[in-house]
């Protein structure tokens, strides 16, 4: 069972940015595709972005494409979801979830989730 650790969250201003990160237990972390999902308060959880293992192909909620941009190093077992030009709408608890098989953004297919980092967009 891979553990997943999220962090960079915290507190910036409008047009601000942010990058997060998400650290692995194992080595084979490389071969699990990995996505970035988020949750307001009173709202559902909702996808955000995804990487394959290999890192070469990425899909990214429609809101955020342009600004947002998924990244992975594999030799340190870390994704990293670099964000730019925040919106209060980005204001959520950001999580990080893995999955061993084929590329998808449906977050039920995800098997192993990080606890969470809130990130806040405000004046």
């Known amino acids: 069972q891979v553990q997943l650790v999220e962090s960079g969250g915290g507190l910036v201003q409008p047009g601000g940015s942010l990058r997060l990160s998400c650290a692995a237990s194992?080595?084979?972390?490389?071969?699990?595709?990995v996505g970035w999902f988020r949750q307001a308060p009173g709202k559902e959880r909702e996808f955000v972005a995804v990487i394959s293992w290999n890192g070469i192909s990425t899909y990214y909620k429609d809101s955020v494409k342009g600004r947002f941009a998924i990244s992975r190093d594999n030799a340190k077992n870390t994704v990293y979801l670099q964000m730019n030009s925040l919106k209060p709408e980005d204001t959520a608890v950001y999580y990080c979830?893995?999955?061993?098989?084929?590329?998808?953004?449906?977050?039920?297919?995800?098997?192993?989730w990080g606890q969470g980092t809130q990130v806040t967009v405000s004046s």
């Open positions: 979830a893995a999955r061993r098989g084929a590329f998808t953004r449906d977050y039920t297919q995800y098997n192993y």
């Open positions: 194992e080595r084979t972390f490389s071969s699990y595709v």
